[in-house]
């Protein structure tokens, strides 16, 4: 292994397993690409960039592996709009048809990757995403029987999605990523709740969307096995202003000390934020709780009409700010990229995402005898990754290739504004444990 690579893997980096050491692998010469597929424009855009900026920081720190030199393919999957999955599968049949490209990171999306992994899956090219959590895209099963209001699990195809057996025709699994599932927001707020908040008593709001309707299944089932009550449940149709405060002041009545929302912005959630002023007591004295459907989002913020304090949403991600260990690296990112503005919520997570792919690639590369690896053993490489230390935390994957670092951070908006990013305001860990 080459110095640029053995360096940052005894730094911890890229994990201990890459600095075993006692033997090294001939010299190649070229190039080597990683396609990177994320929406670099549209109303995600800035996000997107943001996680860019930590892949990029890693390649800058690490120019060559094993005798490669390392460059990123980019490719926008929104031009200009949403995230376009069709446009999203063309960039990986323009990544496969790329001789030197090895491996792609992203997309951002699950729609996106839904369409993208069947793609890729049949040309044996791995993927890594620092950001989709929808558990259809690794597992069959969208709610487990024990996050279930019936107890019963309820599967993709009940959901209305593919399930993840249905998008991998060669029947190998080649996608994974670093962010946990949604399925385990709804109990992390319920972790938070109870833990944090000291909440035993609370209502749950729901908008009939199959993500909302789990979020709220997962947060009651968890709320209840921690020792809470749930004093009532609704159903609101998204996209309507509904009126729930003859709801809101029957839940009061009941003893709720919070409301705890499934669903996103656009779901009414935080417009029933402002409803409960008048009816609970306003801000922090009565927490609202969500997922990331409302999480540092600023129409979420308008909507709550003045009474946006105490509300908590759950993300799939580590706020690497948050953790001691992560503080040189941060320090140097922002050292080499200046503005505040080059920074976000996964540009951290994208950098270990990165360096967890080069350390895959790395054991390709040996195993291939210093030459380019095929494609397929980067797939094989990247399934026994373990105890890999990146900036984020101890990173592996499970048999179907969701992240073993199962940390979700909880944040509320910030006092500056509307605008203002979210500020951190706890994490729940089911590394250990899954909570059921």
Request: net charge negative.
């Amino acid at each position: 292994m080459r110095a640029a690579v053995l360096a940052a893997a005894c730094l911890g980096l890229i994990g201990a397993s890459a600095c075993a050491g006692g033997w090294s692998v001939p010299t190649a010469a070229g190039s080597l690409h990683i396609g990177v597929d994320l929406p670099l424009s549209g109303p995600e855009g800035p996000a997107a960039q943001r996680a860019l900026n930590g892949m990029r920081f890693f390649v800058q720190q690490h120019p060559t592996l094993d005798g490669f030199n390392v460059s990123i393919t980019t490719s926008d999957d929104a031009g200009g709009g949403p995230p376009n999955p069709q446009l999203g599968a063309a960039n990986i049949t323009a990544f496969i048809n790329d001789p030197a490209l090895v491996a792609v990171i992203g997309p951002f999306d699950s729609a996106v990757a839904r369409r993208e992994i069947p793609v890729a899956n049949a040309a044996a090219l791995a993927m890594v995403s620092p950001s989709t959590s929808s558990p259809c895209l690794t597992k069959d099963t969208y709610l487990p029987a024990a996050l279930a209001p019936t107890g019963r699990a309820i599967t993709c195809k009940d959901a209305g999605l593919p399930p993840a057996s249905e998008l991998r025709p060669a029947h190998v699994n080649n996608f994974f990523r670093l962010a946990p599932t949604d399925d385990l927001q709804g109990p992390a707020a319920a972790d938070f709740a109870v833990k944090t908040l000291h909440v035993l008593k609370a209502a749950v709001v729901s908008d009939h969307e199959a993500y909302g309707q789990a979020l709220a299944a997962g947060f009651s089932r968890r709320f209840e096995k921690l020792g809470g009550s749930v004093v009532g449940h609704t159903d609101l149709d998204p996209g309507t202003e509904g009126d729930a405060t003859a709801f809101l002041a029957a839940v009061k009545r009941a003893g709720a000390r919070a409301v705890y929302f499934g669903g996103a912005t656009a779901g009414s959630g935080c417009a029933i934020r402002a409803q409960m002023k008048g009816i609970f007591d306003p801000g922090a004295a009565t927490p609202f709780l969500g997922a990331d459907g409302i999480a540092d989002d600023p129409a979420c913020v308008t909507a709550a009409a003045g009474n946006a304090a105490g509300i908590y949403a759950t993300a799939p991600l580590v706020d690497a700010t948050s953790l001691p260990a992560a503080a040189a690296t941060l320090t140097a990112f922002k050292a080499a990229f200046g503005r505040p503005a080059d920074y976000g919520p996964y540009t951290m997570v994208a950098y270990d995402t990165t360096a967890v792919l080069y350390a895959a690639i790395d054991r390709a590369i040996r195993a291939a005898g210093g030459q380019l690896p095929v494609r397929g053993n980067v797939i094989s490489q990247l399934s026994g990754t373990s105890g890999l230390t990146g900036v984020t935390g101890t990173i592996g994957f499970d048999a179907a290739g969701d992240t073993t670092n199962r940390v979700f951070s909880v944040t509320e908006p910030s006092s500056e504004g509307a605008a203002a990013p979210w500020r951190l305001a706890g994490n729940v860990d089911y590394s250990a444990a899954l909570p059921y």
